[in-house]
């Protein structure tokens, strides 16, 4: 583990406790969390009674996990910080949901050969030391047909940190974010077709009205249409 991979798990491992308590990442108010379920159903359609395999890459404490699982579909999470695993854990747990979720580098899934019919990301492009790279290894985790799904945007609040990340965070390629064409840029030469749906004007998703430019990019790499 480098330095810096250390320096992220840290932070992380110490923002498990709490991460919930942001509107967005507990999904414990009922309108906030069905406006995510919704959400999902619409990018991840399956039919009835089918369940998908789904990856969710940085997964943090299992909430968009735990919607997925409580659709039927069968997930695995992975996160960095063993601490945010535990979170998912026994979130999941509480529910009485089944999902697997491991520690590890979101941006290298330890899954082995694994394929799956979703692969899901949520705010997790502008943490990493080489976004693209991990762009490539998502997409190669897909069956033929999978989906790449990825929750992001521009943060606006990223300028506004008090304290830094970590140390060095300035100088990772996307820090505070990425905009939907550039990103739509980077994953289009990996895909057979992409969209982007806004996100940033439905305040019921984040808890409160937003500014900055959020949205998700829904990808489908070629092959039998799996999900769509």
Known sequence: MTDTTASITDYWDAAAPD??????????AGRTRAAWARRLRSWVLSGP???LDVLDVGCGTGSLSLLLAESGHRVTGVDLAPRMVGEAR????????AARFLVG???LPPTGDERYDVVLSRH???????????????VGRLRPGGLLVLVEGRW??????????VVGAEALPWHGGIGAQA???????LV???RIEPLSDDPQLWGRPVTDERYALIAQVPGPAAAR
Request: a negative charge; proline letters at 8%; hydrophobic letters at 45%.
């Open 19 to 28: 991460f919930d308590d942001e509107p967005d990442h507990g999904l414990r």
């Open 49 to 51: 009674g089918e369940a």
């Open 90 to 97: 026994a979130k999941l747990g509480a529910a009485g949901v």
């Open 105 to 107: 580098d979101a941006a």
């Open 124 to 138: 997790l492009l502008w943490t990493l030391p080489d976004p693209e790279a991990a762009l490539r290894a998502w």
């Open 156 to 165: 606006r609040e990223a300028g506004q940190r008090r304290a830094p990340y």
């Open 183 to 189: 990103l739509a840029s980077a994953v289009r030469p």
């Open 192 to 194: 057979g077709t992409l």
